[in-house]
T-cell receptor, first 110, second 113 residues
Framework: SQKIEQNSEALNIQEGKTATLTCNYT??????LQWYRQDPGRGPVFLLL?????KEKRKERLKVTFDTTLKQSLFHITASQPADSATYLC?????????FGSGTKLNVKP | ETGVTQTPRHLVMGMTNKKSLKCEQH?????MYWYKQSAKKPLELMFV???????ENNSVPSRFSPECPNSSHLFLHLHTLQPEDSALYLC????????????FGDGTRLSIL
């Protein structure tokens, strides 16, 4: 069965640095991959979607890569701010098959 | 501010009770979803509806019964739940099923006594 791995340990970084979060998947080939942000007591909020034929996608301070050979996606936040502190979920999915990782908690310290 | 509204936000019920969770989306989307989120676990997809027809049912116990009367409303009827059903239940919508961003509500925190 499909498996998605995100770092279960929190990532602590200093304000202004680049945060890099990892999403690995096994036993399937997703057609696309999404990243979401979730704050405590709230539902996930969509950030970026990247398709299997795309290597990289950017949106403001965010950058996502999708390596179908390594079965991995990297999510980067440049010039991180304390307001970026949240849990980030990856979702490598196929049409009508939606899978989420457990998320990585990011703490950005001032 | 969200285009997907869930009620109630919190629900405490006994194992023999019957209750319903409600979800409403104001985005004009055609697909709606129910997810279960337990502590330290990934979101688990429960049901997918497209144009009011169920297109996915991920082996969810029959004590959970979904209903989609129209493309803007989704219900999850609960009966005879177990303590392990305590979790955050999230509703989401998207333009259609597939490679489209999903918009989530803030969930119903369900506790089974």
């Amino acid at each position: 069965s499909q498996k998605i791995e995100q770092n279960s340990e929190a990532l602590n970084i200093q304000e202004g640095k680049t945060a890099t979060l990892t999403c690995n998947y096994t036993n399937y080939s997703p057609a696309y991959l999404q990243w979401y942000r979730q704050d405590p007591g709230r539902g996930p909020v969509f950030l970026l979607l990247i398709r299997e034929n795309e290597k990289e996608k950017r949106k403001e301070r965010l950058k996502v890569t999708f390596d179908t050979t390594l079965k991995q996606s990297l999510f980067h936040i440049t010039a991180s701010q304390p307001a970026d502190s949240a849990t980030y979920l990856c979702a490598p999915s196929n049409f009508n098959k939606f899978y989420f990782g457990s998320g990585t908690k990011l703490n950005v310290k001032p | 501010e969200t285009g997907v509204t869930q009620t109630p936000r919190h629900l405490v019920m006994g194992m023999t009770n019957k209750k319903s969770l409600k979800c409403e989306q104001h985005l004009g989307h055609n697909a709606m979803y129910w997810y279960k989120q337990s502590a330290k676990k990934p979101l688990e997809l429960m049901f997918v509806y497209s144009l009011e027809e169920r297109v996915e049912n991920n082996s969810v116990p029959s004590r959970f019964s979904p209903e989609c009367p129209n493309s803007s409303h989704l219900f999850l009827h609960l009966h005879t739940l177990q303590p392990e059903d305590s979790a955050l239940y999230l509703c989401a919508s998207s333009q259609d099923p597939g490679a489209k961003p999903q918009h989530f509500g803030d969930g119903t925190r369900l506790s089974i006594l």
